[in-house]
């Protein structure tokens, strides 16, 4: 990456971060079976780095290719990021809504114990199954980095996959001290209420962007 202004790189890498943690962070199969995992000490390892690399890849995908496309067509990109903006107003709108009432996530921690192949083939097919994985790490997170700056485009990439990293990682490793936190409903309505607000600013910046490239 080239050497650049802490003032550029810092709110780029922490938008890309943000993003991501908005997006990742919600009750689901994905995340039910890194916790289970790590409830059971089993395969921990190998299953929080296949998802984290799985989401890094995913996204460099979307960014670099996103920037491709979009990198001769200012109208289009400029069409991307409203309708980017939308769907993270929206999606904001979604969290605040769950944030009302009471919910929970929870992994079984019973059963007959898994090979490794086994961990990892279904840490593979819970991620990339999943149709909204292409939706949010290539479509809407690709597009919104597209935006960036050619020499900051990297930047936004490792935040977001700081993000999936940290947050995998936390979640495999920590599942034994986070489980009880994740079973109260209260403490999922707290953080959908924050992963709200957090999208809703950051709609407002990609909308303030792309009226400033208009």
């Given at each position: ?10 709110p ?7 993003l ?10 994905q995340n ?14 190998p ?8 989401d890094?890849?995913?996204i ?18 400029r069409?991307?990021?409203?309708a ?8 904001g709108w ?12 929870q ?20 991620t ?19 935006q ?12 977001a ?15 034994r ?11 999922w ?7 709200g ?6 709609a407002?910046l990609?909308?303030?962007h792309?009226l400033?490239g208009?």
């Amino acid at each position: 990456m080239p050497s650049l202004p802490l003032t550029q790189i810092l709110p780029v890498f922490v938008q890309g971060l943000l993003l991501s943690l908005g997006l990742i962070v919600a009750i689901g199969a994905q995340n039910a079976f890194v916790l289970r995992q790590g409830l059971r000490r089993e395969h921990v390892a190998p299953v929080v780095l296949f998802c984290a690399l799985a989401d890094a890849l995913l996204i460099t995908a979307g960014v670099l290719g996103m920037a491709q496309a979009l990198g001769n067509s200012p109208g289009v990109a400029r069409a991307m990021a409203l309708a980017g903006a939308s769907f993270l107003a929206w999606y904001g709108w979604q969290a605040l809504r769950r944030a009302q009432r009471a919910s929970q996530l929870q992994a079984a921690g019973g059963g007959a114990g898994l090979t490794r192949g086994a961990a990892l083939a279904q840490a593979a097919a819970f991620t990339l199954l999943n149709p909204h994985v292409y939706l949010d790490t290539v479509l809407l997170v690709g597009s919104i980095g597209a935006q960036q700056p050619a020499g900051l485009q990297g930047w936004f990439i490792a935040g977001a996959s700081i993000a999936s990293l940290g947050w995998f990682t936390a979640l495999g490793f920590g599942a034994r001290w986070l489980a009880p936190f994740f079973a109260r409903p209260r403490a999922w309505q707290v953080l959908d209420g924050l992963i709200g607000l957090t999208m809703w600013v950051l709609a407002a910046l990609l909308v303030r962007h792309a009226l400033a490239g208009a």
